[in-house]
């Protein structure tokens, strides 16, 4: 039996939310990202979603008391009782602190392993459409004309959280907040590392054998 009950760890730039959509499609699990979660609450109305948009209104980010409860109810709904796959949660040890007590039991934390210099590539070579929205990758998905966008002819431009800068605050961001839980889980002797290099459809192989013996 593959283990279902996942959770998706790494720097930002590993493909975790790919990853994680393909493992939720193979497994008939839900994919469960903390924003999507809000946003659902917030437009359900649900007492917790009038509480978390009280915060996204103001431009502050959710307590981790309210974004707790949210998982909560939504680990509880009916299609989360197979398996779930976390993406985005817990960020930090405390939140992981609070999913056990919770009782929620990970099986498997897919920790997806990629070197600094390829987070880099990766998010610096994204290019975004300012008109429709388009995205574009220097390397991996070159528009026909340079610097152009193919859905519609505007000039791409690289989103400031994209600049090379950006991405090294980010990644010092993971790895003061986020890389402890790394720890936590290989401690509770349910991490598995996946190497994250190379293809989306060869890292997708190599989680999806960690996750089926
Ligand atoms: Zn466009």
Redo the contacts with the bound molecule.
Sequence with gaps: MAKTKLMMLGPPGAGKGTQAQQLAEKFDIPQISTGDMLRSARRKGTELGKEAAKFMDAGELVPDEVVIRIVKERLSEPDAEGGFILDGFPRTVGQAEALDEMGVELEAVLNIEVSEEEVVRRLGGRLS?P??G?TFHEEFKPPTEEGV?D??G?DLVKRPDDRPEAIRERLKAYHAKTAPLVDYYRDQGVLIDVDGEGTPDEVYGRAEAAISD
């Design positions: 459409c008109n429709c388009a966008c859905e519609c505007s």
